[in-house]
């Protein structure tokens, strides 16, 4: 092995390590890794932003720049009001929603999907009393799904596109997706839409009782002069009013010493953890009351829960830090957070991505800090831009789709339905350009000259001569099976992106070194690469879903296990029948 092979791979898997701790922003670990790889003489200095310029990755900027469009049209309201009316069972809801997620992220990326989906979603299960960890799990994996069908259904696709066209000319045909992930995502939506009402059940109670499963939140309340707190140790708070204490504040200092030895007093402020129902009932009975809001009450004033999204900008701030909120008079009230440890006062606490946030305050204030700071509303607020009523954003969208299904690039196809939305005013493109999630497009253009230096450097090779002593490559069925592995293995831990950059010169040495074509091998690696059931960290839709359903790891592993085994055994069936 070459200096230049072991450098490479041993950057790969510092980068591989650094994107599944979830420490470090992606896009600063993306252009210290492109930046490292030039310093470690594996590509020239004219190649390190040529991913900038990729196809796909404008590709990528297109799609997300048509999303905004099209997420302002609210298409699916009227569609979840009629739904809702029929009063259909739990397990329709559940498919039926998933399976709306799973269409929505055929033509958009995943993340795109699951933000039109979820509030669609939320809304059914409030009406027909369904609990929440029924339907975001479903949703989160119908549009990893969905996006599995066709070339622009995820950046994977596109990516294992690109490289067979470097490769023999022609990339995959728009569809060409589908003889695979179409089946795939119909049995895995059908799958996981049964198991879950398994997994998570309905509380034992009559329909018109039944409501969604409690949240945990963290907030920090004062202790009037009447609560029945008052007396009471910290060791028995979550016996007796199921809230778990952190630390009690007096004369805004902590008050240090034993739990059990502790005693809440009036005018002390308690942090502590619990169901935002039991909260909700202690300040209805007056035990725990929240600080006076610092304007008054007003009558615009609401209450909205939002998740921090991946690309926002609140990730690693600290509550007190969140000037985007509080210099427009919006409180942050609550917090359900993904980190296992609850240290300082409540505006120590450290954000992360999946945390949602309880707000207070204006309506039309909280939208704008909303949208500044890139969170996803869970509810409905006032939105900074009109609510589109016109059908011809979805039709240009049709027409793109229709003109890249015919043989045009995507790239050139849905740069024109950009322009054609900005000709029509549907879309401020200066605006639009600004609300991108760009560390995803930094990441991906990063990543594209390093997966280039796999194949280079003759990485690939070594790499391929490795695992040709695993499995005999004279039969292609095997190698397929064992790219198929490698990539649904690394999925969970590392975005599908970086999984189908690095997988793709690997794939495609497979091929040669048998003498095959590379169409099936990449089939292999794009579907792997987005078959991410089993962590709620591998893809930013299974980490919205955790923090906004409440799940835990375990859920993860519980429910995407048999999806992940029927999801190998039919891809890898459907790659050898129609790839081979």
């Known amino acids: 092995m070459s200096f230049e092979q072991a450098s490479l791979l041993i950057l790969l898997l510092a980068m591989l390590i650094l994107f599944s701790l979830d420490r470090i922003r992606i896009e600063v670990v993306s252009i210290a890794g492109l930046l490292g790889g030039y310093a470690l003489g594996l590509y020239p200095a004219e190649q390190i932003f040529t991913g900038f310029a990729s196809p796909v990755v404008i590709t990528v900027v297109e799609i997300l720049l048509i999303v905004q469009v099209l997420a302002r049209a609210r298409l699916f309201d009227s569609l979840a009001a009629r739904f809702a009316a029929a009063r259909p069972s739990g397990f329709k809801v559940i498919a039926g929603t998933s399976s709306l997620a799973g269409f929505i992220s055929i033509f958009m990326n995943n993340i795109g999907a699951f933000a039109i989906t979820l509030p669609v979603a939320l809304r059914l299960g409030t009406v027909l009393a369904i609990p929440r960890r029924q339907l975001v799990m479903p949703v989160s994996f119908a549009a990893l799904l969905g996006g ?65 499963a409690a949240r945990r939140i963290v907030v920090e309340r004062r202790i009037p002069d009447v609560s029945p707190l ?20 007096r004369d805004d200092n902590f008050a240090f010493g034993p739990l059990d030895q502790l005693v809440i007093a009036p005018g002390d402020v308690l942090l502590a953890e619990g169901a ?89 204030a909280i939208g704008e800090a909303l949208e500044e700071s890139e969170c996803l509303p869970l509810a409905s607020t006032a939105p900074s831009e009109p609510v589109l009523l016109s ?81 005999p490559i004279t039969h292609p069925l095997f190698g397929i099976a064992l790219i198929l592995f490698l ?85 890898l069936l459907l790659t050898g029948l129609f790839w081979l």
């Open 148 to 212: 599995l069908v066709s070339l622009i259904g995820t950046p994977a696709n596109l990516l294992v596109s690109d490289a067979l066209a470097k490769a023999t000319g022609t990339g995959f045909h728009f569809f060409d997706f589908a003889y695979v992930g179409l089946p795939v995502a119909i049995a895995g939506i059908l799958l996981i839409a049964f198991r879950v009402q398994h997994l998570f059940p309905e509380p034992d109670e009559t329909p018109a009782t039944i409501s969604p």
């Open 391 to 471: 059908w011809r954003p979805f039709a240009l969208f049709a027409c793109g789709v229709a003109a890249s299904a015919a043989g045009l690039r995507p790239d050139i196809a849905f740069a024109g339905v950009v322009l054609v939305l900005a000709l029509l005013n549907h879309l401020n493109i200066r605006q639009a350009m600004a609300d991108l999630n760009w560390p995803i497009i930094i990441m991906l253009a990063s990543m594209i000259p390093i997966g280039q230096a796999v194949a280079s450097t003759g990485a690939a090779e070594t790499i391929a001569g490795w695992l040709s002593l695993v499995v």
């Open 276 to 364: 935002d129902a039991t909260f909700a009932d202690l300040a209805a009975t007056r035990a725990l009351m929240a600080d006076a809001h610092a304007l008054g009450l007003q009558p615009d004033f609401t209450r909205i829960e939002a998740v921090v999204m991946p690309e926002s900008t609140l990730v690693g701030s600290r509550v007190r830090s969140l000037e985007v909120f509080h210099s427009r008079g919006v409180a942050v009230t609550a917090l359900s957070m993904r980190a296992p440890r609850i240290e300082g006062r409540f505006l120590d606490l450290q954000l992360s991505i999946g945390d949602i946030l309880t707000l207070e305050g204006p309506r039309i």
């Open 487 to 571: 990539a649904m293995a690394l999925t969970p831990f590392v975005n599908n992106a970086t999984v189908a950059i690095v997988l793709t010169p690997i794939a495609l040495e497979f091929a040669r070194a048998g003498r095959h074509a590379p169409d099936a091998y990449l089939i292999a690696v794009a579907a792997g690469a987005s078959l991410d059931f089993l962590t709620p960290f591998g893809h930013h839709n299974n980490t919205l879903a955790m923090g906004i359903g409440g799940y835990r790891f375990s859920d993860f592993l519980r429910a995407g296990w048999p999806l992940a085994v029927a999801s190998y055994g039919l891809a």
């Open 230 to 249: 008052i007396g009471v140790r910290l060791t028995d708070c979550p016996a007796r009013f199921a809230i778990k204490p952190y630390a009690l504040i």
